[in-house]
């Protein structure tokens, strides 16, 4: 096979009269090192996202490679925290009117944005004076 004098048997994987062993990892007669980073035997570059060897898509939503699943709330990804305010998701403005988050209502009695309990004497909210 070889034009050597010392018959080998040949590789099963190439036909070669190569005697290596065939790699445990891939089954390729190759001894290559498997990767540290994802134990396969051949080496495959670093994704530019998460370092990992085995580039995976970018999420369409936060730009990270190992897609989350979208908020319930806003539609986001789940790596936003939750609004310590109201519970909501974090991509909400606070309001301009009290600091507060945009997902409470303004009083429907003074126009601010706190609802406030109605005056047990007059009917108008607690924030006009008596």
């Keep these: 096979m070889c034009g050597q004098c010392s018959p080998r048997a040949a590789c099963v994987i190439y036909g070669q009269c190569s005697s290596r062993p065939a790699c445990a990892i891939c089954g390729q007669c190759s001894s290559r090192a498997a990767c540290a980073m994802c134990g396969q035997c051949s080496p495959r570059a670093a994704c530019v996202i998460c370092g990992q ?70 009917g108008q909210c607690s924030s006009r004076a008596a």
């Design 53 to 122: 060897c085995s580039p995976r898509p970018a999420c369409a939503i936060c730009g990270q490679c190992s897609p989350r699943a979208a908020c319930a709330i806003c539609g986001q990804c789940s790596s936003r925290a939750a609004c310590a305010i109201c519970g909501q998701c974090s991509s909400k403005p606070a309001c301009a009117m009290c600091g507060q988050c945009s997902s409470r209502a303004a009083c429907v009695i003074c126009g601010q944005f706190s609802p406030r309990a109605a005056c047990a004497i007059y």
